[in-house]
């Protein structure tokens, strides 16, 4: 089944505690990006990658790092979160091809304490 | 930047009737898609409709069809017969044809059916 999987899906940490989401997908897609969901705010790209090595900043990275090594595999890294840092993130992946749509993740919702 | 915007934060409508959900959008690009999305409590993203901007036609999905207005850069989502399945968020988004694949969302408007 073509999918996009996220670990975890619920976490609750503390402020400063790094912590890692990972973003899998098994469809040999090129693009991959993460998104945060916010009350009134909608979804916010916050990276995203054209391809393995290639990464870029979206909209809102501040407080985030990820990294593509492997095409299926599309981290994302939080050194030190802050409360402002709670949300729920999706991540997505999307083939080549304008019509191809994006595919997201189940989502993973975030609460820094 | 291209912005899209959702100015209905809540809709209902009654079982079985229909029920339009507005969004508009800014861009200086002509090559673009438009979607919808909705997100239902689970909380997974689904598209729902896509429209490409080239394309006079309405796009339309069993019960959900888009009036797409690209001159007014308006792009509004129609549900006939609404079932009680259909109540969730729904996301209107903007992407480029060319380049980064990022896509815009707007605010959300969440949707009731009333039985």
């Known amino acids: 089944e073509a999918q996009v999987t996220q670990n975890p899906r619920y976490l609750i940490t503390v402020t400063g505690k790094k912590l890692t989401v990972t973003c899998s997908q098994n469809m040999n897609h090129e693009y991959m990006s993460w998104y945060r969901q916010d009350p009134g705010l909608g979804l916010r790209q916050i990276y995203y990658?054209?391809?393995?090595?290639?990464?870029d900043k979206g909209d809102v990275p501040e407080g985030y790092k990820v990294s593509r090594k492997e095409k299926r595999n599309f981290p994302l890294i939080l050194e030190s979160p802050s409360p402002n840092q709670t949300s729920l993130y999706f991540c997505a992946s999307k083939g080549q091809g304008a019509y191809n749509e994006q595919f997201f993740g189940p989502g993973t919702r975030l609460t820094v304490l | 930047a291209q912005t899209v915007t959702q100015s209905q934060p809540e809709m209902s409508v009654q079982e079985a009737e229909t029920v339009t959900l507005s969004c508009t959008y800014d861009t200086s690009e002509s090559d673009y898609y438009l979607f919808w999305y909705k997100q239902p409590p689970s909380r997974q993203m689904i598209l729902v409709i896509r429209?490409?901007?080239?394309?006079?036609q309405n796009a339309t999905e069993n019960r959900f069809s888009v009036n797409f207005q690209k001159a007014a850069k308006s792009f509004s989502l129609k549900i006939s017969d609404s079932q009680l399945g259909d109540a969730a968020m729904y996301f209107c988004?903007?992407?480029?044809?060319?380049?980064?694949?990022?896509?815009?969302f707007g605010q959300g408007t969440r949707l009731t059916i009333n039985p």
């Open positions: 990658s054209m391809n393995v090595e290639v990464t």
């Open positions: 429209q490409e901007a080239y394309k006079q």
């Open positions: 988004a903007y992407r480029r044809n060319q380049g980064a694949q990022k896509l815009v």
